[in-house]
């Protein structure tokens, strides 16, 4: 403090001073950091060459904690899972088993029921949600051609939730259905393919060969009328 004079009139001066002023930044969302996390997780495992089982444990017990964000979750993994080539759709697919099994097992361990409040999901609602889209994530699975052993693995995957009773049973009977519808329709196709293919080459009846594509005439099981006239018939 100091003091200035003027003409008799004295005042009084206060010096003050101002502290640095910081600007705090906003602080992300925990919620919105786990699911990042999960995705980030999860991407890792898919589009890995070979499934890591630590990394994959990791991944189902990050999304047990985050459970009552199963809207988010169910979303993250079937959206990743679309966007996904081909070839890592059958890691995509182990996942959906690990994290319904996991759920499943937290299910079936703590008798756990729908939650009081809606907005919040749990293990339950998460298998819910799960139910969704699987069939979706199967039909998108089906259409792929150039995996030979993913039909197999969709079979081997059904039967592990049939036996377990990880989904109910409408929806299970739904997948299994359109595993059938597909394989069928892959059957008839076939069959089709091999009978109109035009690149099919076909032989002219020429030096006693026959047009593969007409259906041979059986021979007259009668007497002899239809042979030409002259013509012996060896008994």
């Given at each position: 403090m100091f003091r200035v004079g003027c003409k008799?009139?004295?005042?009084?001066?206060?010096?003050?001073?101002?502290?640095?002023?910081?600007?705090?930044?906003?602080?992300?969302?925990?919620?919105?950091s786990a699911i990042e996390?999960?995705?980030t997780m999860l991407k890792e495992v898919v589009t890995s060459k070979r499934l890591s089982t630590s990394k994959m444990s990791s991944l189902s017990e990050h999304a047990l904690k985050y459970m009552k964000m199963d809207t988010q979750l169910v979303s993250t993994l079937f959206l990743t899972h679309k966007a996904l080539p081909s070839s890592n759709k059958v890691n995509s697919l182990y996942v959906f088993d690990a994290l319904a099994r996991?759920?499943?097992?937290?299910?079936?361990?703590?008798?756990?029921?729908?939650?009081t409040e809606p907005d919040k999901g749990n293990p339950v609602t998460f298998l819910l949600k799960m139910e969704g889209v699987l069939d979706g994530l199967f039909k998108d699975l089906l259409a792929v051609t150039d995996v030979p052993e993913m039909k197999e693995k969709?079979?081997?995957?059904?039967?592990?939730?049939s036996k377990a009773g990880t989904f109910s049973t409408d929806v299970l009977t739904r997948l299994s259905d359109l595993a059938k519808e597909s394989e069928q329709d892959q059957v008839a196709?076939?069959?089709q393919t091999s009978v109109t293919d035009p690149r099919r080459p076909t032989k002219s009846p020429v030096n006693g060969t026959?047009?593969?594509?007409?259906?041979?005439?059986?021979?007259?099981?009668?007497?002899?009328a239809s042979l030409p006239t002259g013509v012996a018939c060896t008994p």
């Open positions: 008799g009139i004295q005042a009084e001066f206060k010096i003050v001073t101002l502290k640095p002023f910081l600007i705090s930044r906003p602080t992300q969302d925990p919620m919105a996390t999960f995705e996991a759920a499943k097992h937290q299910v079936t361990k703590r008798k756990l029921t729908l939650p969709m079979k081997k995957v059904l039967d592990i939730w196709n076939r069959a026959v047009d593969s594509s007409t259906p041979p005439i059986a021979p007259p099981t009668g007497a002899s």
